[in-house]
């Protein structure tokens, strides 16, 4: 089974721009489609970016054009590039790896984002 750690959330200015992290251990990612998922307080989790299969790429529409999703297998991590973000973008980033095809599934703990001046 994978395990998922997050890195990389902090405190950011409006207009700015943050890259976080996703470590994997325990199994290999290529295996598994892999995305990032927000959850700011009082509202339903939700999904902002999924890769998948041959690089396809997938993004939220509150994502897209201020979020990049790619992945490095070799060293098994996932990352999250965020530009241009806003004080509704602040929340909890969670990292999320999937086995392709099955419902054996992963989550991180997350890493806090804020985005305040």
């Known amino acids: 089974q994978v395990q998922l750690v997050e890195s990389g959330g902090g405190l950011v200015q409006p207009g700015g721009s943050l890259k976080l992290s996703c470590a994997a251990s325990?199994?290999?990612?290529?295996?598994?489609?892999v995305g990032w998922f927000r959850r700011i307080p009082g509202k339903e989790r939700e999904r902002i970016a999924t890769l998948m299969t041959f690089h396809f790429e997938h993004y939220a529409q509150v994502a897209k054009g201020r979020a990049t999703i790619s992945r490095d297998n070799a060293k098994n991590m996932v990352f999250l590039q965020r530009n241009n973000l806003g004080p509704e973008d602040s929340a909890i980033y969670y990292c999320?790896?999937?086995?392709?095809?099955?419902?054996?599934?992963?989550w991180g703990r997350g890493t806090q984002v804020t985005v305040s001046s």
């Open positions: 325990g199994d290999s990612l290529d295996r598994y489609e």
């Open positions: 999320h790896a999937r086995v392709v095809d099955t419902s054996v599934d992963c």
